[in-house]
């Protein structure tokens, strides 16, 4: 009789080719979780993610569930798999849950943050996790433009390569810009993501905050759902994965 | 005519020798900074450290000064020499100074913080900065056993190797052991310290901490003034230079 995990994995995403397993490709962050499960259970096993995170992005609380036969207690699964995962993934919680618990269907939320290193000073400590813009960024601006696109739309304008087949419509419940000091921040909740749609976004707010887009050209970026009128989608590297919601 | 420059500089000193620049040695921090300003000056240019920090020690504001006669405001300086450095170290602030100001001989104190990650969870994203501790530490006896090492002392037993020729007698105006979620601080300010003294405290401050030796046990190590009865040194991924100040 198999018992569902549910776990909260953190990971520093420089070295990998992103949340999910390849064939052919070892360094994703799934592939590694998956094959130390496989070890554990003696069978494969694979490891559910609530989705997947690109080649580069950043987790501080992705969440995953996974379904093993091992008779062992939560917390000593959890010790077992960080003893053989590199440093730059951790499993941060496990815990037993209920069969009918998985990380991707019963997602309801999901928190990215978009991290801005707005200052031309070195970032020595911080630098594989931001995207350093040395030009000042409006941040009142930046708001303004971003509380176009709360609430439910179709974000098509947003995606790399919308599929005329699946919705493009998502329900962004929060968006916020906010200022720490050299740090710019985005902070986007929503109960679903397009492919690339935060970092897309965050380049459009970047060129609002720089003063080449006014606030307002976001509604007409959105309301055109083309993605031609959106601002270049930012690197990876600024990008984490702050939380899910169930 | 040589101006005097002041600078501020934060590294990473994961890969690093430490900062004093060796014969045959590449990759030490002034060793860096050396060749980029005698590249600008056009001559062989030593800049100044207010002290060595040792292999793998960070530091968030070492201090040096170099003389140059090259032409240039200090911002372009700073520009300059940052967009030569690597990514883990960086100029934060250069401004001209009296030609009286010597980086080392000018410092009144230093402040050093070695940083503890008290937990057996992962450290995904400060790995590289904090020496991790699983087993929780009692922070009040460590502020205790702390308390006992403000002062003007004889540091001779938190010395690696004392020399019998040079006085071991240090003034530490400020010791603190603070907790902050998970990490556990130790913050020293003096006026000098002995070679891994900072280390060789924080692995005794770590004993007490971890309830093997009694706070008050801290004053007989210090009168003992023998090294062999003060706690391991901590590794130097720990260690960061906060400031120093003039």
Known sequence: MKKNYRMVIAYDGTRYK?????????NTIQGKLNSIFTKLEGNEVEV??????????????????????VEMPAWEIKDYVNHYLPEDIGVMQMKEVSDRFHARLSAVK??????????????????????????P??????????????????FAAFCRKPSKKKSTVRDISSIEVVRKEKEVDIIITGNGFLHNMVRIIAGTLT?????????????????????KYAGEMLPAK????QSVEY
Chains 1, 2 share one sequence.
């Not at 992103?18 to 070892?26: I, P, T, V």
């Not at 928190?111 to 040395?134: G, L, Q």
């Not at 050209?217 to 055109?224: C, G, K, P, Y």
Request: hydrophobic share 35%; charged share 25%; aromatic share 8%.
């Open 137 to 154: 960024l409006d941040v009142e601006a930046m708001c303004q433009g971003a509380s176009c696109l709360q609430g439910v739309h179709d």
């Open 18 to 26: 992103g949340w999910q397993s390849q064939k052919n490709a070892e």
């Open 110 to 135: 999901k928190t990215y943050c978009y991290r801005i290193f707005n200052s031309s000073d070195p970032n020595v400590f911080e630098r594989k996790w931001m995207y350093a813009i040395a030009e």
């Open 48 to 69: 559910q993610g609530s989705g997947r995170t690109d080649a580069g992005v950043h987790a501080a609380g992705q969440v995953a569930n996974v379904r093993l036969s």
């Open 238 to 241: 600024g990008l984490i994965l």
């Open 207 to 227: 060129e609002v905050g720089l003063g080449k887009y006014e606030p307002l050209r976001v509604r007409q970026i959105l309301e055109s759902k083309d993605r």
